[in-house]
């Protein structure tokens, strides 16, 4: 196993997701990583509904037991200009693999009722020091920056998993999921001037989990983790088992709350980007527009630093990670 580096100090955190399997792994991370200070987890549509996608975190909550709770509040149910699409073929009918009671986790009723709220009032309380992790679509940061700029403007840094820049999408031939789910929403955060950090499916591909590992790992660490773990898991993998030839999953939202713990393990690359909201197959495709370029008519050059990319990942530091949190 290799080597987890030195953290900086502790990082306030809100996170904002779509619940599904990986969204479950990824809030496992944030949880239990010393580095980050989760204040907020806020929901929103797009791998199911937004009401289980609050009961997912709610059951996250409940294995996990965290000593600090974070507040959680229940987001947009529907893109912004939209109807819902969803991946209940990659994650379950309920978003976790169909395997859980279905029985209303312990916490429901605390839930607070508007996402858009709760992003707006976690900028307004630590600005510069907050950083916000989009695991999902990024329609409820879209909502938040159009009903109070002013405020979302004072945040230090958003991380959006999302997007696909040289390699094909995991949403027909050329869009990533998140974006493809709202694109509005990912070209208002892309061009609102924010600081943006993009985690693409080139990164988050090169990270699979396979089954095989997953097991042996679980089975040296017994208890109520690994087994919600290898439950919620199981149908996930075996989806891409059919689809992609391997009985594993990607870890495409943990990179995402790696990339909030340790930026240092990732390579970035500032850029001017666009989302493609108009084309019939094209619609969610990131599009990286190369320095000097001229841009469309009618889009805007964001600052100097206010995008960058992913472009490289330390594989064997970032599992090395994941695993040490995860299992540790």
């Known amino acids: 196993m290799g080597t987890v580096s030195t953290f900086p100090p502790k990082a306030t ?10 969204d479950a792994l990824a809030l496992i991370l944030a949880l239990r990583s010393p580095e980050l200070d989760v204040r907020t987890i806020v929901t929103v549509a797009g791998n199911v509904e937004v009401a289980l996608c609050t009961r997912n975190v709610l059951r996250v909550l409940a294995v996990l037991k965290p000593d600090s709770v974070p507040v959680v509040a229940q987001g947009s149910a529907r893109p912004l200009r939209r109807p819902l699409f969803t991946a209940k073929e990659v994650h379950g009918d309920d978003g976790l693999g169909d395997v859980l009671p279905r029985r209303p986790p312990p916490g429901l009723s605390t839930v607070r009722a508007n996402g858009t709220r709760a992003i707006i009032d976690f900028c307004r309380r630590w600005e510069k020091q907050g950083t916000i992790v989009a695991v999902g679509p990024l329609t409820n940061v879209a909502r938040a920056w159009m ?9 230090g840094r958003i991380v959006s998993m999302g997007g696909a820049f040289h390699i094909p999408g995991n949403t027909g031939p050329v869009a990533e999921f998140n974006y493809y789910v709202d694109p509005e929403a990912a070209q208002a955060v892309i061009a609102s001037g924010l600081s943006l950090d993009i985690i693409p499916l080139d990164i988050t591909h090169q990270v699979p989990l396979l089954r095989s590992d997953l097991e042996r790992r679980a089975q040296a660490t017994p208890g109520p983790l690994s087994t919600f773990v290898r439950d919620v898991t199981k149908s996930y993998m075996l989806y891409h088992e059919a689809t992609e030839g391997f009985n594993g999953g990607y870890l495409h939202d943990p990179v995402a709350v790696a990339a909030a713990a340790d930026a240092s393990l990732f390579e970035f690359a500032e850029a001017q980007v666009a989302v493609e909201k108009e084309g019939l197959l094209t619609r969610g495709m990131t599009v990286r527009f190369a320095e000097g370029t001229a841009l469309p008519p009618g889009m805007k050059r964001v600052g100097a630093g206010s995008v960058r ?3 490289r990942l330390d594989r064997e530091r970032f599992l090395a990670l994941f695993h040490e949190r995860m299992w540790g």
């Open 309 to 311: 990319i992913a472009t």
């Open 13 to 22: 955190v809100l996170i904002d997701t779509d619940c599904g399997v990986d």
């Open 147 to 155: 009903r109070s700029p002013s405020v979302v403007s004072r945040i």
